[in-house]
């Protein structure tokens, strides 16, 4: 089974990416065949137009995936970008793509609501995403439930290609854990870089430090017993502590003469101490751009394989041999 999913490098990542998102692609590749992960910078060029902010985000990205435990020899690892054959055959999935189809998506409607302009890219996003998805033959896409629809129209462009042209592509299926929690950002809101309420994963001890005493609390005084379920500090803690720890926490809240600064002190210890083997992973990675690189580069290769069997077999079943 192939496990396949992309990334976008569009800001530094955060806790809730950490918890919601990459320790499970961390954990998938033990269990899977084979996993193809790709930092999807294409699709990046739709909401970052400044070239160096680029770079650096996808040199983050990198960093932070392998940080968190991606095992190089076990997963492929690459950047979109470096296996251009994405595009040919988005052209070809495009032949198949109904107007209506795109105009109707969640996330094409979201982002022009939200004042962007309705370029072409932004219009086509699904169609480059379902050529990311089947030009390497994927069986499960682990995404977040924002992307759900984006895996319905690939599943119907497969469909439709293979129903036209003969059977290409294998049928993906989404994979949309619904055991990851929303973690919640330092205001309570869903944690999320367009709010600015996130804790960086790979931030200075002081941002650090900073955005978890930032956590906004209500003002009852130390002395008051208070409900763990409704404040933030908790709600934070209870998903990097053990249920014990949790636990703890919950029964001083509800004692009273617990106060919030105690607990966030509580939640930057185990804040440090669980991400300490990443935070020693990226200082090494840091201090070795030239690994990342060529772990980079030696996944690229290794996904063109693929790509460019697929790739001829979609020309040669719509007449481009
Ligand atoms: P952001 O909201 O910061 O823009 P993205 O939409 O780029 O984050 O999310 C990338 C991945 O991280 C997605 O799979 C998403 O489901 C996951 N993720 C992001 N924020 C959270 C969160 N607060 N809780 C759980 N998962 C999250
Ligand atoms: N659109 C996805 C996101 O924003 C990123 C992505 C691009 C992706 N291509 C993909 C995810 C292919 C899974 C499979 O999160």
Redesign the pocket.
């Known amino acids: 089974m192939r496990i396949l999913t992309g990334?976008?490098p569009?800001g530094r990542l955060?806790l809730?990416?950490y918890?919601?998102?990459m320790r499970q692609c961390v954990e998938l590749q033990k269990k899977a065949d084979d996993c193809f992960y790709f930092i999807a910078d294409y699709h990046a060029l739709t909401t970052v137009s400044d070239p160096q902010a680029l770079r650096d985000s996808i040199h983050g990205v990198a960093l932070d995936f392998l940080s968190a435990g991606l095992d190089p020899e076990k997963v492929v690892f690459f950047r979109q970008s470096d296996v251009p054959e994405v595009q040919e055959l988005s052209w070809l999935l495009s032949i198949v793509t109904p107007m209506a189809r795109l105009e109707l998506a969640h996330s094409y409607k979201d982002k022009l609501a939200h004042g962007k302009e309705a370029t072409h890219a932004l219009f086509t996003y699904p169609v480059l995403m379902a050529a990311d998805i089947l030009l390497y033959q994927s069986d499960l896409v682990p995404?977040?439930?924002?992307q759900k629809q984006h895996l319905e129209i690939t599943r119907d462009l497969a469909a439709k290609f293979n129903q036209k042209f003969g059977e290409v592509f294998k049928m993906p299926d989404g994979y949309i854990p619904d055991s990851?929690a929303?973690?919640p950002?330092t205001d309570g809101q869903?944690?999320?870089?367009?709010y600015g309420n996130t804790i960086p994963l790979a931030g200075t001890p002081k941002e650090i430090k900073k955005a978890i005493m930032g956590i906004v609390t209500d003002s009852a005084p130390v002395e008051a017993k208070k409900d763990p379920e409704t404040n933030n500090v908790y709600k934070i803690y209870k998903l990097l502590a053990t249920p014990e720890q949790a636990a703890e926490m919950a029964e001083r809240f509800r004692a009273g003469g617990y106060g919030y600064g105690d607990a966030k002190k509580e939640l930057l210890r185990v804040y440090e101490e669980v991400l300490a083997p990443f935070r020693e992973r990226r200082a090494h990675f840091e201090a070795h751009p030239d690994e990342v690189r060529d772990i980079l580069a030696s996944g690229a290769a290794k996904a063109r394989v693929e790509a460019r069997r697929t790739l001829g077999a979609a020309r040669r079943a719509v007449g481009l041999d």
């Open positions: 990334i976008q569009s955060h809730g990416n918890l919601g998102a995404v977040g439930k924002d990851v929303t973690v950002g869903k944690m999320s870089k367009s």
